[in-house]
């Protein structure tokens, strides 16, 4: 019973350490180099707390009530922060370590408004380069081009009330241009990507082309595919 209260408190110190990681670097508590060394040692920790939750559930399984509710309150609380943490790295070491995705790797869109927000940003607004090019295309051949049957200022509207709805920083609006900049600001660490959204007009309707950049990182663990991806396919939807 005693043991089991006391992993328990230690179960949510470890867990408020690994929750605070990345607030403690949004809100300007350290620098993001302590926020992911707190980060990896608050998760190696809750994989050693789940393991001996575990072993402990089978051993004092018999020990009263109160004993097993809290190691299955710290067998749950520990699998979910570990397998949060596990998940993350799986998905980092599964896609390749960029951070600057668009439909047309040609030409790519490019930020206006937003290179004096980028100013102090370690990722540059500019296009990262053919070697980013060619690892988006190997791992991400599905990101292309939106063509729709549709009035190009009918397709900017509804990809404005998108962005509005998506609780995204609209930070500029040029219809003669066709243009749409925002910035999403992610949860947890607080980091901020800028997307670009380019509208132009063809033979076959309004063609749609998307950027997605990070401001900070090498790698974004696939973040910036799948949000094209997902407001692509929310767009198309929308003139179905």
């Known amino acids: ?79 979910a922060a570990s397998g949060t943490a596990l998940y993350w790295q799986q998905r980092a070491q599964s896609v390749p370590a960029i951070h600057d995705i668009s439909t047309d790797l040609d030409s790519p869109p490019e930020f206006s408004a937003m290179v004096r927000l980028r100013a102090d ?14 690892a988006q295309r ?15 200022q009918d397709v900017m509207d509804e990809a404005v009330m998108l962005v509005v709805n998506r609780r995204w920083e609209l930070v500029a609006i040029n219809r003669q241009q066709g243009r749409i900049e925002a910035t999403e600001n992610l949860a947890w660490f607080g980091f901020k990507d800028d997307v670009v959204l380019r509208f132009s007009e063809t033979s076959e309707g309004t063609r749609v082309d998307m950027r997605s950049k990070s401001r900070i990182g090498r790698s974004d663990v696939g973040v910036n595919a799948k949000r094209i991806e997902q407001f692509l396919g929310d767009l198309e939807n929308r003139f179905e």
């Open 1 to 79: 019973m005693k043991f089991a209260r006391i992993l328990l408190y230690f179960t949510f110190f470890v867990a408020l350490v690994f929750l605070m990681s990345g607030y403690g670097y949004q809100w300007n508590i350290w620098d993001l180099g302590t926020g992911f060394t707190l980060l990896r040692y608050a998760a190696y920790a809750l994989i050693g707390i789940f393991v001996v939750s575990a072993v402990s559930l089978w051993f004092l399984r018999k020990s009263g009530f109160k004993a097993t509710s809290y190691l299955v309150i710290i067998l749950i609380l520990s699998g």
């Open 138 to 152: 190997e791992a991400y051949p599905e990101i292309q081009p939106l063509i729709l049957d549709a009035d190009l």
């Open 121 to 134: 940003a370690p990722n540059p607004p500019e296009y990262a380069g053919e070697e980013t090019a060619n």
